[in-house]
Nanobody, 121 residues
C-alpha cells in the first residue's frame, strides 16, 4: 500500500502565494518522477510540473516563472511553491508519483486525493 497525501491548499487572494506538499508513505522502494496536476471545474486534468529523481524539472507554460517544484528525497515529499496566483489557477491540485513497490518491485503510478486551491480576484 502506497499513499500520497497533498496538503497546503486553501483560499488566497490574487497575487498571493501558496506552497503545496505531497508526502508519500507506505511500501516504497523508490520514487522516480513526481508530478503536479490540476483540474478546474468542467475541465480535464492538466499537467503543471514534474521533477525527476535527479532533480530535473519541467513546467507547463501557464505556470512557468510563477511555480517552482522541489523535492526532499529523505522525506519522500515534493513541494509546489505557487507565486503570483490568479483566479485562473483555481483548481484541485493532485500529485502523482512513479513508485517502485518495495515488496513486488513493480512500477506504478500513485495519485493523491487532491487539495483545493481557490484564488479570489
Amino acid at each position: 500500500q502506497v499513499q500520497l497525501v497533498e496538503s497546503g491548499g486553501g483560499l488566497v487572494q490574487a497575487g498571493g502565494s501558496l506552497r503545496l506538499s505531497c508526502a508519500a508513505s507506505g511500501s516504497i522502494a523508490s520514487i522516480s518522477a513526481v508530478g503536479w496536476y490540476r483540474q478546474a471545474p468542467g475541465n480535464e486534468r492538466e499537467f503543471i510540473a514534474v521533477i525527476t529523481s535527479a532533480g530535473s524539472t519541467k513546467y507547463a507554460d501557464s505556470v512557468k516563472g510563477r511555480f517552482t517544484i522541489s523535492r526532499d528525497n529523505a522525506r519522500n515529499t515534493v513541494y509546489l511553491q505557487m507565486n503570483s496566483l490568479n483566479p485562473e489557477d483555481t483548481a484541485v491540485y493532485y500529485c502523482k508519483a512513479v513508485v517502485v513497490h518495495s515488496n513486488t518491485f513493480k512500477t506504478f503510478d500513485a495519485w493523491g486525493q487532491g487539495t483545493l486551491v481557490t484564488v479570489s480576484s
